[in-house]
């Protein structure tokens, strides 16, 4: 049986191939696919969370261990769904309409796959109704919204008004986040709660769920 510690250095170094290949090995190896989540990439991304807090680490670093640890979930996901294995959450994601700015965004879903969540990422110039739809055709437990504009700060109200207006906001928690956003006006316009980078999101999340 191989060391797996080599499979959390490989995310925590960036190295996509190594953890791809050390999860491969793992799985025919017969290694459970949920304890090489929770075991290994979960520790290895929050330690990548704990080094960008601490500057030792980068935007860029963020960036190629997450996609490491995507290398890794590729195999791991069909597994999980196939044995019925239950997320830990799942979290419809997007910017906001008007804005197409998506670095922030997808460092947040990639570290929210990383944390055992199931992201459904909706992309950039996401509408108040492609929210509302996600939550109710894919039974999203959190809407996570992001702005780089602060001309498009407002579609974050207007989505959670959207959210009120289908009758479902009490169904789910709202978090937002990007450049401009504050945790002012977070509370102004009603939502759950804000934070300032990626690894932040993700503690988050697991807090608005409970699951911290």
Same mark, same amino acid.
């Given at each position: 049986?191989?060391?797996?510690?080599?499979?959390?250095?490989?995310?925590?170094?960036?190295?996509?191939?190594?953890?791809?290949?050390?999860?491969?090995?793992?799985?025919?190896?017969?290694?459970?696919?949920?304890?090489?989540?929770?075991?290994?990439?979960?520790?290895?991304?929050?330690?990548?969370?704990?080094?960008?807090?601490?500057?030792?680490?980068?935007?860029?670093?963020?960036?190629?261990?997450?996609?490491? @640890?995507?290398?890794?979930?590729?195999? $791991?996901?069909? &597994?999980?769904? #196939? !044995?019925? /294995?239950?997320? +830990?959450?799942?979290?419809?994601?997007?910017?906001?309409?008007?804005?197409?700015?998506?670095?922030?965004?997808?460092?947040?879903?990639?570290?929210?796959?990383?944390?055992?969540?199931?992201?459904?990422?909706?992309?950039?110039?996401?509408?108040?109704?492609?929210?509302?739809?996600?939550?109710?055709?894919?039974?999203?437990?959190?809407?996570?919204?992001?702005?780089?504009?602060?001309?498009? @700060?407002?579609?974050?109200?207007?989505? $959670?008004?959207? &959210?009120?207006? #289908? !009758?479902? /906001?009490?169904? +789910?928690?709202?978090?937002?986040?990007?450049?401009?956003?504050?945790?002012?006006?977070?509370?102004?316009?009603?939502?759950?709660?804000?934070?300032?980078?990626?690894?932040?999101?993700?503690?988050?999340?697991?807090?608005?769920?409970?699951?911290?």
């Amino acid at each position: 049986m191989q060391d797996l510690k080599a499979l959390s250095e490989a995310v925590i170094s960036g190295d996509a191939k190594a953890a791809r290949e050390i999860t491969e090995k793992a799985l025919a190896d017969g290694v459970d696919p949920l304890a090489l989540v929770n075991d290994h990439m979960v520790p290895a991304m929050s330690e990548v969370g704990r080094r960008y807090e601490c500057n030792e680490y980068f935007v860029p670093e963020l960036l190629i261990s997450a996609r490491a @640890m995507k290398a890794s979930l590729e195999l $791991i996901r069909p &597994l999980l769904i #196939a !044995g019925g /294995r239950e997320p +830990v959450g799942r979290v419809a994601i997007g910017t906001v309409k008007g804005d197409l700015h998506d670095i922030g965004k997808n460092l947040v879903a990639a570290m929210l796959e990383g944390g055992g969540f199931e992201v459904i990422d909706l992309g950039v110039n996401v509408s108040p109704e492609q929210f509302v739809a996600a939550v109710k055709e894919k039974n999203a437990h959190v809407v996570a919204m992001s702005a780089l504009l602060t001309t498009t @700060m407002p579609s974050m109200k207007n989505t $959670i008004e959207a &959210l009120k207006t #289908a !009758g479902i /906001r009490n169904q +789910v928690k709202v978090l937002i986040g990007g450049a401009p956003i504050t945790q002012r006006y977070a509370d102004e316009i009603g939502a759950d709660g804000f934070s300032e980078n990626a690894p932040g999101a993700v503690t988050l999340v697991k807090k608005a769920l409970g699951k911290a």
